[in-house]
């Protein structure tokens, strides 16, 4: 690190400026002349004296202490450990450094260690936008000297390299059913006892039970009314395709498409895991970039958060063609298929509309596309000049396109779901809890 850096601070200019009077008034009175010589070299012989009392880089050990795989869209905490290795007293500033393009908050900040303490934390949290790697580099000191006229600033070595995953904040049970509860308040949200189609156990009548669901064998073996309680079916396929063409590479809510989709994609595979579902996911544009057959388990989980890591948004077509023939070539039962894409474009929805409805009857469809509210809103917008007038055309033109795709999916018995970035992953979770709750599938 070596010697640092001399770097006056707001006081030394302070006195410096004081230096300025004499030196103004020799104009007048050449004696004043002098004055001026003598403040000035008083202050800077009070600097380097400052700047050699400061503390030595070799006096400090500075730490960062950060996971090794981050949440990308979500605030993950930072730590810097700063001691000192023997008692002294230190304050000053550090300021850490983080790759451009990445939300930081705090990472430049004062810091103090008195002689009893021997170390201070300073904590601050950044945000990656997207996923991939995350370079930090190195830490930045500036050690005040006992005076406060001069700061001697280092550099401490710390550049490291973390990786960035999808978030993979789950949602709970509890969670799930607010959402759900949000977005629809008129829809009961309390399981009912009789949903799903597999059997899980009996027990006794209640009123405002379905008679249907009443098994009068057990009945008449208990000598009291009893019904079945059915669940969701378990092991049922959820096959998820990414869409990584090109109109997956915009931006919505401050993150990519792409990056909102994967997110929401994760959250699905966790949820329908837990409820015993084989899971698979398929990411595509122009090729088939991954492809990992539906499984169960939690092991399973990591293999698609690891798989879908590196998954970046390519600047061409998505051919949806290919990627559901590669995909059902080597799968066969029926499958909830879940299509994370963007259904904006009238002709690219119109191939994703012919394909799409190609897998009725044999599976179930569900198109699930980001809602990007600037544009519903430029849509809705009364026009204030002639160039607001043409961007409403636009954009009620492309809602017109949305909702005419959406209904022709509806109309031939596919699902179509459209959801802002802040309800993305639970509107996605939410509408696979209501297939798997009425026995869809």
């Known amino acids: ?72 869209g979500v605030p993950n905490r930072v730590a810097l450990e700063i001691e000192t290795t023997r008692p002294v007293r230190v304050h000053g500033e550090l300021r850490d450094f983080v790759a451009p393009g990445v939300t930081v908050e705090g990472h430049r900040q004062h810091f103090r260690i008195e002689r009893d303490d021997a170390r201070a934390v300073a904590l601050y949290r950044v945000t990656p936008p997207t996923r991939g790697e995350l370079c930090f580099g190195d830490v930045w000191l500036r050690l005040s000297g006992p005076l406060g006229l001069c700061a001697r600033q280092v550099r401490v070595p710390l550049s490291q390299t973390v990786k960035v995953y999808p978030n993979l904040t789950a949602l709970t ?41 009443i098994d009068w064998k057990a009945t008449a073996r208990r000598a009291r009314m009893m019904v079945r309680v059915h669940q969701p079916e378990r092991n049922q396929p959820v096959l998820i395709f990414l869409d990584c063409g090109r109109h997956m590479a915009g931006v919505v809510g401050g993150r990519r498409k792409l990056d909102h989709a994967v997110d929401a994609a994760l959250r699905l595979a ?16 122009r090729e088939v ?32 063609g290919k990627a ?29 509309l012919t394909r799409t409805l190609a897998l009725r009857p044999r599976h179930l469809p569900l198109v699930v596309s980001l809602l990007d509210e600037d544009l519903e809103r430029a849509a809705h917008d009364e026009p204030i000049d002639v160039q607001a007038a043409y961007v409403r055309h636009a954009a009620a033109r492309l809602e017109d396109d949305y909702r005419r795709t959406t209904a022709q999916l509806r109309n031939a018995g596919a699902l179509a779901l459209r959801a802002p970035p802040g309800r993305f992953g639970a509107a996605a979770v939410n509408e696979y809890l209501r297939v798997k709750a009425r026995g869809l599938l």
């Open 1 to 72: 690190m070596g010697l640092g850096r001399p770097l006056p601070t707001n006081l030394a200019l302070i006195f410096f400026g004081a230096a300025l009077v004499p030196a103004v008034l020799a104009l007048v009175t050449p004696g004043f002349a002098f004055v001026a010589l003598a403040l000035d070299f008083a202050v800077l012989g009070l600097c380097g004296v400052d700047f050699f009392l400061a503390p030595k880089a070799r006096d400090i050990r500075v730490t960062r202490k950060v996971e090794e795989i981050l949440s990308s």
């Open 173 to 213: 049970r509890e969670a799930l059913e607010l959402a759900r509860a949000q977005e629809a308040p008129a829809e009961r949200t309390i399981r009912r006892a009789s949903e799903g189609s597999e059997f899980e156990s009996l027990r006794e009548y209640r009123e405002g039970d379905d008679f249907r669901t």
């Open 289 to 320: 970039k991954l492809f990992l057959p539906p499984r169960k388990g939690g092991e399973h989980l990591r293999t698609l958060t690891a798989g879908l890591f590196g998954i970046e948004a390519a600047l061409e077509e998505s051919a949806f």
């Open 324 to 352: 559901l023939d590669f995909a059902f070539a080597r799968h066969h039962r029926r499958t909830l298929v879940v299509l994370f894409t963007d259904l904006q474009d009238p002709e690219t929805s119109g191939t994703l």
């Open 270 to 285: 966790k949820v329908s895991l837990d409820e015993g579902d084989l899971v698979g996911v398929v990411a595509f544009a």
